[in-house]
């Protein structure tokens, strides 16, 4: 079965400067990859997403991930952070076998410093 | 279009009760999932149909949760009765096809008191 492993639970960054989140997959073959991202009292929206193809993909609001499959890794990135950026991240992965079921990491809380 | 729709956004109850939540998914989706949240276990996976039909729901904690999806367009995730460490967010979220990507509602805070 599939895992997610998002190692730090808590990041803060000052405004402007740059963030990677990272996250850690566990799967046999390649993976279906997500970022999706929860403001307080929201539901999650996708961020960005990588099937297959070129491993540095784009997403909404200047994100950016890499999906690295030596180092099972998919971290998000982003060059200046916004102080709207404060959030919460997941990480997530779904399996081709799966139907369309989503396997998700504990999730990154991003608190942003003026 | 609209997104997936949940109600009631909020959900205030005494222990004991049954509880009904409910998930109106995105047109044309074929996937629909329940998800519970809580600061001590994360997003948690449920249960999830396709084209209306249970497949897994394993993450069903116990007897007293059942979810049903009598339509496309409609599914209801109940609890009776409730207990107090049932407090979470459940979120329902809807996809389609081969795509992976899943779209969330907004949720629905449950407290029981």
């Known amino acids: 079965a599939q895992s997610v492993t998002q190692p730090d639970i808590h990041i803060t960054v000052s405004e402007g400067a740059s963030l990677e989140l990272r996250c850690n997959y566990s799967?046999?073959?390649?993976?279906?990859l997500f970022w999706y991202v929860q403001s307080p009292g929201q539901g999650l929206q996708l961020l960005l997403k990588?099937?297959?193809?070129?491993?540095l993909v784009q997403g909404i609001k200047g994100f950016e991930a890499e999906f690295k499959r030596s180092q099972s890794s998919f971290n998000l990135r982003k060059p200046s952070v916004h102080w709207s950026d404060a959030a919460e991240y997941f990480c997530?992965?779904?399996?081709?076998?799966?139907?369309?079921?989503?396997?998700f990491g504990g999730g990154t809380r991003l608190m942003v410093k003026p | 279009d609209a997104g997936v729709i949940q109600s009631p956004r909020h959900e205030v109850t005494e222990m004991g009760q049954e509880v009904t939540l409910r998930c109106k998914p995105i047109?044309?989706?074929?996937?629909l999932f329940w998800y519970r949240q809580t600061m001590m276990r994360g997003l948690e996976l449920l249960i999830y149909?396709?084209?209306?039909?249970?497949?897994?729901d394993s993450g069903m904690p116990e007897d007293r949760f059942s979810a049903k999806m009598p339509n496309a367009s409609f599914s209801t995730l109940k609890i009776q009765p409730s207990e107090p460490r049932d407090s979470a967010v459940y979120f329902c979220?809807?996809?389609?096809?081969?795509?992976?990507?899943?779209?969330f509602g907004a949720g629905t805070r449950l407290s029981v008191l």
């Open positions: 990588y099937f297959s193809g070129d491993t």
């Open positions: 997530a992965v779904g399996a081709g076998n799966a139907g369309n079921m989503l396997t």
């Open positions: 979220a809807s996809s389609s096809g081969q795509s992976h990507i899943q779209y």
């Open positions: 047109s044309g989706h074929d996937y």
């Open positions: 799967y046999g073959a390649t993976p279906y």
């Open positions: 149909f396709n084209n209306n039909v249970p497949i897994d």
